[in-house]
């Protein structure tokens, strides 16, 4: 039962971070720690094994739960208070960098194209003409990124100028838009999770430090100043409030290993 409770606190997460530009879906997973379970379970969700299935529903309900319950109260934040928004996520992505840490065997190199990785696409200009075949692949994109820490899906929807249009689609349910997007997120978490079994099968030092170095990397696109303005004190203190729930969250999953 916990377990499941972990799973669905997952998805709460990743669901919530794939609403804010800049903020990884896959980095709330790694902080959650079902990462790896995740990217199993969705490769092997064609093999039809009872447990994959088990751990996807859960944390895809718990996506939904957040998306659907989520986007009205985040276009509010992000609008009126943007600041706090992103210092608390800040906060939360700091501490599981120091998890992180504690946790691989460190290598220089991967670490860096990891973070160079995460930082192209927030200098690529963004666009502003929507069409169907421009949602799908957009969606692929980022479903891709949705999976990949430090990688943010809703930036790569931002940068693609699609970002306003889904946010709208699922506040207002517009079916149409929603399916099309929808289609496109499911082809690319699905493609990208072979690829990263794959890669975690060939090196996994390797991957855990490219992993390592997305979520450093992570860390720059949601700064707070950059995206308004706010009282420091209060912001470092929100900051803290995020800092403490990771840890909070890693001290469970140690517990449950």
Request: hydrophobic share 55%; glycine share 12%.
């Amino acid at each position: 039962m916990i377990e499941l409770f972990r799973y669905f606190f997952g998805g709460i997460l990743m669901g919530l971070a794939n609403l804010v530009p800049g903020i990884s879906g896959g980095t709330m997973a790694v902080i959650a720690g079902i990462y790896n379970d995740l990217v199993v379970s969705i490769s092997d969700l064609f093999k039809f094994k009872k447990n994959s299935f088990k751990i996807l529903f859960v944390i895809g309900v718990g996506i939904f739960v957040s998306l659907f319950s989520g986007a009205k109260v985040f276009e509010f934040g992000l609008e009126n208070y943007p600041f706090y928004m992103y210092s608390f996520f800040f906060g939360l992505i700091l501490a599981s960098i120091f998890y992180l840490k504690r946790k691989i065997k460190f290598r220089i190199l991967p670490t860096i194209v990891g973070i160079i990785l995460v930082l192209v696409p927030n200098f690529l200009p963004y666009s502003s003409s929507v069409s169907n075949l421009k949602l799908f692949f957009g969606g692929f994109l980022g479903g891709a990124a949705m999976i990949i820490p430090g990688l943010s899906g809703s930036l790569m929807l931002l940068i693609l100028g699609i970002y306003d249009t889904g946010i709208s689609a699922i506040s207002n349910m517009k079916l149409g838009v929603l399916i099309i997007l929808g289609l496109g997120v499911l082809v690319g978490i699905y493609a990208i999770s072979h690829l990263i079994r794959w890669a975690l099968e060939k090196n996994e030092v390797f991957v855990n430090n490219f992993v390592f170095g997305l979520v450093i990397g992570s860390l720059y696109p949601i700064f707070p100043t950059m995206h308004g303005k706010g009282s420091i004190f209060l912001g470092l203190f929100v900051a803290i409030v995020g800092y403490f729930l990771a840890l909070l969250i890693e001290k469970i999953d140690n517990n449950m290993l």
